[in-house]
């Protein structure tokens, strides 16, 4: 310890010391790195950021200062040393010496009025140094720093301290320091001199950097000065101020104060271009005001008659009748019926404000009035309609006419987009039925397992014991919840078909107490109304089954199944069946769906599965459990003690993800369907399914959507339909028509090829127009067959790679193709390589797939290829076989190259292919509002690394 320095100071020069070498040693490692330079850079900025962190975090800024100071100057000149060692390519190399300069002027501008002249001049000597470093290099970062570093302190500047002090200075003077300083440094003084309760200062300042013309439209100088003045001038100096702002920019402000957090700021600044359009009776833009108004000051006032008090005000200032039916809507809006004496004060002072010659307006506030009070005003009006006024019902063909850019061909559109919509979702729902017949014949044997178990006598000692559970089936359907209710239906509707009638299902949000579950069960096997009022237990209640009205309890229940299996038994009696059959009919199970397991309150499960195993020997009662997460799911809302009264049996279905992969292939992925979304459309569509809601149903919606989207929006849309068909419509274009067509980028790129003489021709004549376009589709049509067939060949044989160069599933290769050319990609490549290293097997088991996916025409080579690779016998060098294996691969490369080139580049593609992602998503997913940004600069956060 050197002499006369405190232990605290001692500390403070030792970890200084070692933050310096850990940062040497850090820019070591840095120029040793075996990495790429990219890489290496990244994992030093990281590793910088982690040390900086480590050791400001000793100090507080507001309790000590100085050292932070230390730490950011020997953090300044580490980095600026290590400048010549970093890649300009990783994003992360400029963006923290911008946050490391910020962090480092915001410290300083909260540095007490004195620093010590020893540890001022070290830091001047580092920022000259370091400016010096990046400047050699092209780097001005650290701009403020070095602006700041040449004065003896951070606010000593002559021309800044006699702004400060009002004391005008020479214009250039002034305007030689607001150019040395910058917007950003200027904008971080006045909110320092703000934040310490100076506002009279920062207005000062904030008004020369807006009159400043080289500031203009930068730093937000302008509404910052407002603000500043509506803390500390005079109503009437305000006024003036912000008479020479316009409307539109006066909201700007606002919603610039609004977003970055300043509300008080922005209700302020409101408040006051509010009141001077009420005090010039102007409404324009008083709406708006209004409104922002209203909105900020609810935020701010926790009571409704202060926010009714501040109306008061704003009425006595209104010069207009429209301010004042502006305020009594935001009344309405904000506080409803609270308002309601202060809105019929301000009609009446509006009826005193209109002049009597005015009817418009004195007949707005007699209807304002009534509908404030629609009791007090009731009447009845008798008309006898026309026959030939009476409106008439709009049908789904007049909503999607309306608004359509082109009403000559909407309805033939509409009738097209209506038969492919059928089409599509006719076979998207046979495919579901057929992914869920598995597990419904599962389900459906399961159940009949369980009845002839109740229904048999038997001495099988473990049969014996399981009559004593109740069946259950614990079905997982996946986290895809709007996909349930579907698979539900099913299973409901199979069995009633084919088992029993008497199925129920219920759901958490009705079942919310154990009476209520009850309730809805009986209610819903009975087919009639079920009293809950006593108070007494469930099962000891009991009641004549054939009362309208029957009490809730599980005896009820009993007393009705017998009932109704008896009246069935012995209306059959006579026919002839198997005995099974018969026992079947005489005690057909109750099934009850539980929908939504884990929402279920686990108490009222319990208490429902133990009154019901008092019952089992006398209702053949069965559970499905139905599971969005887990079958831990059971123990975890269970005890063993009621779990152990259950037989369940567990069933999969299949993963969402298959599903949606099915589906894909079915709707999409096919050229039986015209109608094509592009690269991003589909791209947008499965986002939403993977990262928001897994459902299947939604991404169908989502995909009619843009169906509907693309054939109300494109008038050529009509042409979207068989090939057949759209030959026809071809021929029938009308003359606007052709004018689209010609003018579509495909259709002028198509013609840019053609030779002189052609292009005259196609500019010039419809009929020979129309008969190009009659190619173009047919061309279009044999794309889509080569480009699919292709597409799955290709993914036949990358599917397997491995970490998948091309993606897993065949949905990410075909964006991929539809986004560019496929071939021109590293992936694409990388996936050719991995197919020369792929064992002899392997690959010939993918290629006989291919082969028998393309068409015969093209298989020849590929099936004599083939041949020769089967026979082939291995050898050390097996010249033979890498010899096949290059013409095999050269071929599909061939394929790819020909067949899988991006929608675009084919002529008329705007026809069948939807593009307006934007205007999907906008359907399709919620806006968030704006969030509130406050400034924030590094690196005392460590978490954003």
Avoid at 343 to 358: F, G, R, T, V
Avoid at 682 to 696: E, N, R
Wanted: glycine residues 4%.
């Amino acid at each position: 310890m050197a002499e006369g320095e405190t232990e605290k100071e001692y500390a403070t020069r030792k970890a200084i010391e070692r933050l310096r070498e850990r940062f040497q040693e850090l820019t070591t490692t840095l120029k040793e790195s075996p990495e790429s330079p990219s890489d290496a850079s990244l994992r030093f900025c990281q590793e910088f950021c982690q040390i900086l962190v480590e050791h400001a975090g000793r100090w507080k800024a507001e309790e000590e200062p100085l050292p932070l100071l230390e730490v950011y100057t020997v953090a300044i000149l580490s980095y600026a040393k290590a400048i010549t060692c970093l890649s300009s390519e990783c994003e992360n190399v400029p963006l923290v010496l911008e946050n490391l300069g910020l962090s480092c002027v915001e410290l300083l501008l909260s540095l007490p009025e004195s620093v010590p002249g020893a540890l001022w001049e070290e830091f001047q000597s580092c920022v000259k140094s370091a400016h010096s470093l990046l400047q050699k290099h092209g780097n001005t970062q650290l701009h403020m720093l070095s602006a700041m570093a040449q004065e003896p302190g951070v606010w000593t500047n002559t021309t800044l301290s006699s702004i400060l002090s009002n004391e005008m200075p020479e214009i250039d003077r002034v305007h030689e320091f607001l150019q040395m300083e910058g917007p950003t440094l200027l904008s971080m003084r006045i909110k320092h001199l703000i934040k310490q309760n100076r506002a009279e200062k920062a207005a000062v300042l904030a008004k020369m950097c807006s009159e400043y013309p080289e500031y203009e439209g930068k730093g937000n100088f302008k509404q910052t000065y407002l603000v500043c003045l509506c803390m500390t001038k005079t109503q009437e100096q305000l006024m003036q101020e912000i008479m020479q702002v316009d409307c539109k920019d006066g909201l700007e402000m606002i919603c610039n104060l609004e977003s970055d957090g300043d509300e008080k700021g922005a209700l302020c600044l409101c408040s006051a271009f509010l009141e001077r359009q009420l005090l010039q009776g102007d409404v324009y833009c008083a709406w708006e005001l209004t409104l922002f108004w209203s909105k900020l000051l609810m935020r701010s006032e926790s009571s409704a008659d202060a926010f009714l008090g501040q109306c008061r005000k704003l009425v006595l200032l209104s010069r207009s009748v429209c301010h004042i039916l502006f305020l009594i809507k935001v009344i309405q809006s904000e506080v409803g019926e609270v308002g309601l004496p202060v809105c019929i004060e301000m009609c009446i002072q509006a009826l005193q404000m209109a002049s009597s010659d005015n009817t418009d307006s004195r007949t707005t506030i007699c209807k304002t009035i009534s509908c404030l009070l629609p009791t007090d005003f009731e009447g009845c009006f008798v008309f006898k309609p026309s026959a030939k006024k009476r409106r008439k019902t709009p049908t789904v063909e007049d909503y999607f006419t309306r608004g359509c850019e082109d009403t000559e061909n909407s309805k033939l559109r509409f009738r097209n987009c209506q038969t492919l919509w059928e089409k599509m979702n006719a076979d998207t729902e046979l495919l579901q039925d057929e992914l869920n017949r598995k597990i419904l014949d599962s389900l459906l044997a399961f159940i009949r397992k369980s009845v002839s178990t109740f229904q048999r006598g038997t001495d099988d000692w473990v049969s014996r014991m399981r009559a004593h559970e109740i069946p259950t089936a614990a079905l997982v359907l996946g986290v895809n919840v709007p996909d349930h209710d579907m698979t539900f239906q099913c299973l409901s509707d199979q069995l009633q078909q084919s088992v029993t009638p008497f199925v129920v299902s219920v759901q958490a949000t009705e079942c919310a107490a154990l009476n209520h579950m009850l309730q809805r069960v009986l209610e819903r096997l009975m087919g009639t109304s079920v009293s809950v009022d006593n108070e007494e237990e469930p099962e000891q209640c009991s009641t004549n089954v054939n009362q309208k009205r029957v009490h809730c309890s599980l005896i009820t229940l009993c007393n009705w199944y017998k009932t109704v299996t008896k009246k069935a038994a012995s209306s059959t009696a006579r026919k002839k069946r198997t005995s099974v059959g018969k026992d079947m009919q005489q005690h057909p199970p109750i099934v009850v769906i539980f929908k939504d397991l884990e929402a279920f309150n686990p108490k009222v499960l319990q208490d429902f599965i133990l009154i019901c195993s008092r019952y089992v020997e006398q209702l053949p009662l069965m559970f499905v459990f139905g599971i969005a997460t887990s079958p831990s799911t059971i123990q975890h809302m269970l005890p063993h003690s009621v779990s152990s009264l259950l037989g369940i049996e567990l069933f999969q279905s299949l993963s969402c993800t298959q599903h949606l992969a099915s589906v894909i292939d079915k709707v999409i992925l096919t050229s039986q369907f015209p109608f094509k979304p592009n690269g991003k459309v589909l791209q947008v569509l499965v986002s939403i399914f993977l990262y928001h809601d897994f459902s299947v149903r939604n991404f169908i919606k989502g995909l009619q959507l843009a169906l509907l989207e693309h054939f109300h929006s494109q008038p050529l849309s009509v042409l979207c339909c068989k090939k057949e068909a759209a030959l026809v419509h071809a021929t029938e274009l009308s003359h606007r028509d052709v004018e689209r067509l010609q003018q579509l980028p495909s259709f002028m790129r198509y013609v840019e090829e053609q030779g002189p003489q052609e292009q005259v021709e196609l500019l010039t004549s419809v009929d020979h127009v129309k008969e190009v376009c009659q190619k173009l589709l047919k061309d279009l049509c044999k794309y889509h067959k080569n480009y699919y067939t292709t597409l799955r060949c290709l993914h036949i044989l990358t599917a397997s790679l491995p970490k998948y160069p091309l993606g897993k599933q065949i949905r990410e290769l075909h964006i991929s193709c539809l986004e560019k050319n496929v071939w021109e990609n590293d992936e694409y490549a990388c996936a050719m390589q991995l197919l020369r290293m792929m064992a002899k097997d392997e690959l010939t088991s993918a290629l006989q797939k291919c082969a028998e996916i393309l068409k015969s025409g093209k298989t020849k080579k590929m099936r004599a290829t083939l041949l020769e690779m089967k026979k082939s016998r291995r050898t050390k060098k097996m010249s033979q076989f890498e010899i096949l294996r290059d013409q095999a691969l050269e071929f599909i490369d061939s394929l790819v190259r020909s067949h899988l080139a991006p929608p675009e580049s084919q002529p008329l593609y705007e026809v069948c292919y939807y593009s307006s992602s934007a205007v999907l998503r906008r359907h399709l997913n919620a806006t968030p509002r704006t969030s509130i940004q406050t400034p924030k600069f590094i690196v005392l956060n460590s978490s954003s690394y």
